[in-house]
């Protein structure tokens, strides 16, 4: 089993060096490999096909020029996820000063019919897509990417305690506004 | 993650699939060699400055503030210069007032001497006579 995903890492950094020596389909894969994760922040920061869609590839964009200057896989990881991160919140603070809802989110805050679990996770989504950009940041890269607060700090260049404390914010916001 | 907000958190925020063809659309963008748009930074607002629209302003708002600075300096330059003209004034005077003084002091000994032989003469007539 362990022998098996050394092969596979292996595999990976084999892909991530020939994308670095200008193989397309090489860079193509490492796309598809980590759409899901890069999409996936962009979504949830802003619950806006349109926006995520762009901004993801934007961050593909980018690695294609910065390509060189990955190592490994777990630093494309890293990479990909500090990169769309502050994406999002350059993002989010550009759209504050144009604010006006996007499509998608009157789309799901309309959806009748749709079963309770999905509406409560709508409505949850909703209420993170509300709050200030950094507990956004914060809470998207806690829940959906699993990382503890020294890596999001480590991903976001903040100091751990302000992660911390973002975190015990958002979720304090959280608590309070699905109780009412 | 025990607390029931957290795992509802991360059952909400699951990755999603992006819309079909994602990949291929980046690839494309790659193809055509793109670069990604540049971050939107504090230079932003200059860059804002520097359009044609903000031009006019920008420039006649450093013209009037040239022109401020240019006539409070003059403005300054012209106080010095009197400030320096009536400190030479007074100090021509402070010099004259001593020539004065000092003519005046020598020409008061000059009557005391006169005065004082006068009399020295006289006590002598007197001793004379006697």
Redesign the interface.
Known sequence: MAQAEAVALESQDGELARAAGGDPDAFAELVRRHQRLVYSIAWHFFADRAVAEDLSQEVFLQLFQSIRSIETDSHLVFWLRQVTSRKCIDHARWQEKRRHPSLDQVAEQGAPGAPPDLLENARLRRLVTGMPEKLRAVVVLRFQEEMNPSEIAAALGWPVNSVKSCLHRALRMLRDRMEH | MD?P??R????????????QG??G???A???RG????P??SRWALFGRLLAPAWRTALAGALACLLLLTAGLAYREHRLRLKAEAERARAEQAREELILALRITGVQLSRARNIVLRQMDFRKQQGNVRQ
């Open positions: 607390d907000i957290e509802r958190l991360k059952q909400a925020l699951a990755r999603t699939d992006p819309p994602f990949a659309r980046v690839m963008r790659v193809a793109e670069a990604p748009r971050e939107p």
